[in-house]
């Protein structure tokens, strides 16, 4: 068998599920909103998602505040918004929506495919608030690689409106560089909340500092910044690190945008020492508020009663 998967307990009594081939080393909590903890290059030992050093995993309702109590790093997922805010539309306009939506603080409903060359985790969410089944599989082979598939199914009887982004948390490292697909303009908010475009090396930010993606600042510059593409020329982006790459991929004609969040020692959500990271976010739609997107942009989707939408990102580790 090219591919293994084992799980054990944790003394804070979460089980950790842990599939591995002689490349890959993924661990997932699926009881914490079916989470990505760890995704490691065997090769170099290179831990690419970043965790919390001091939060620890627990159980919270959707009510709870995601960056003060659960924001503790590794992959989740934010749908249907990212930001809290209410539902802009009716006929469930003013609903509540949470803090990096819905599944995070959810127990999905969770599947395996175990065969001798792949191992498929399949996670199922259904909306607290809205009606909708929300799908992610995260399929290992024998290689590199990890394929991500979504799918999200409208189950009401009229439009629903949202937006997505997968939200890995990776960790920096003085020496790194983001590479997006040449052409990319990044938007960000200035101090009227209003969204300002330029490019990936010459981001001019609120304070008038300048940010340069190819870069990346150091942990010294405390700087931090939330930053989403426009229309992408191609879907890709890629992480470079002394020992190797992480790249993703997807068809931007599925996922239009690509968000990046930067916490270059700007603060911490506990108090302590700042954190050191950064947030890769292949996205559909602009703006963290859904009821922002839906209000400012048209780059929010809408799927008919009973209409579906499916979409899939790839994640390629190199060694070099």
């Not at 890959?24 to 903890?37: A, N, R």
């Not at 190797?244 to 945008?257: N, V």
Request: some cysteine; proline content about 7%; glycine content about 8%.
């Amino acid at each position: 068998m090219t591919i293994h998967k084992h799980e054990y307990h944790g003394d804070d009594g979460f089980t950790r599920v842990v599939v591995q081939n002689a490349v890959i080393e993924c661990e997932y909590i699926p009881t914490l909103g079916g989470k990505m903890t760890r995704l490691m290059d065997r090769r170099t030992g290179r831990e690419w998602l970043w965790r919390h050093p001091r939060m620890p995993y627990q159980q919270v309702p959707s009510t709870a505040n995601y960056v003060a109590v659960a924001d503790t790093g590794g992959w989740d997922e934010c749908f249907p918004t990212v930001g809290p805010c209410d539902y802009p539309a009716a006929p469930w306009q003013g609903t509540a929506l949470a803090d990096h939506g819905e599944l995070w603080c959810q127990t999905p409903t969770v599947t395996w495919l175990v065969q001798d060359d792949a191992v498929v985790y399949t996670c199922v969410w259904e909306g607290l608030t809205l009606p909708y089944t929300f799908m992610r599989s995260i399929e290992i082979g024998a290689d590199a690689s990890i394929d991500v598939t979504y799918r999200v199914k409208n189950h009401g009887e009229a439009d629903l409106q949202w937006i997505w982004c997968a939200h890995p948390l990776v960790s920096l490292e003085p020496g790194m560089a983001l590479y997006t697909p040449a052409g990319t303009t990044f938007l960000h908010a200035n101090h009227q909340g209003e969204l300002v475009s330029d490019a990936p090396e010459s981001i001019v930010l609120p304070d008038q500092r300048v940010l340069d993606l190819t870069h990346l600042p150091a942990v010294t510059s405390a700087m931090t910044a939330k930053l989403y593409s426009d229309v992408l020329p191609s879907g890709w982006v890629a992480l470079q690190a002394a020992n190797g790459r992480l790249t993703m991929r997807w068809d931007s004609a599925e996922i239009p945008q690509l968000a990046v969040f930067i916490n270059a020692g700007a603060w911490s959500n506990d108090g302590e020492s700042p954190n050191y990271n950064m947030g890769i976010e292949p996205a559909i739609g602009v703006y963290d508020r859904l009821s922002d997107a839906y209000s400012r942009t048209t780059t929010y989707a809408t799927l008919h009663p009973g209409q579906q939408r499916s979409w899939s990102v790839q994640v390629q580790l190199d060694a070099e």
